[in-house]
């Protein structure tokens, strides 16, 4: 799994957001160093998941609304869209005509208990600990 440059700009974009302050999108895109075209894109994203606000006309902006210390980077990559799977054969209506035929897969099996350590890896992470500063 590598995170997809949408989801590293939507971080990046949090990052400036976690002071509670409201930003234009311009301003954190610009302090982030993403382009504008990506950040309206993501804030919008991130606003349907319930992490920012979005506020409209002259004195509009964004801001932060979820607590980043109950939202993981799962969290992050589900909203971003982003396809966390090693393989097709993980998506529950993947339908596999070697496990139809013979009746199991042990790589299928291996792979699914890579996932599902992959998966719980990336719930370990909040994002307030990923945007802490390194010490």
Request: with cysteine; proline share 2%.
């Amino acid at each position: 799994v590598m995170i997809t440059r949408e989801t590293d700009y939507a971080l990046r974009l949090l990052r400036t957001l976690q002071d509670g302050e409201r930003h234009t999108a311009s301003e954190a895109a610009e302090r982030e160093m993403v382009p504008s075209s990506f950040a309206y894109k993501i804030l919008k994203k991130l606003a349907r998941a319930g992490f920012v606000e979005i506020i409209r006309g002259t004195d509009g902006g964004c801001r932060l609304t979820a607590d980043l210390g109950k939202v993981t980077l799962y969290d992050l990559m589900m909203a971003m869209g982003e396809n966390c799977r090693l393989s097709s054969c993980m998506d529950p209506g993947y339908s596999c005509a070697w496990r139809l035929s013979h009746g199991g897969c042990s790589v299928h099996c291996h792979l699914a208990d890579i996932q599902n350590t992959l998966n719980e890896e990336l719930r370990a992470h909040t994002l307030e600990s990923i945007l802490a500063p390194s010490s």
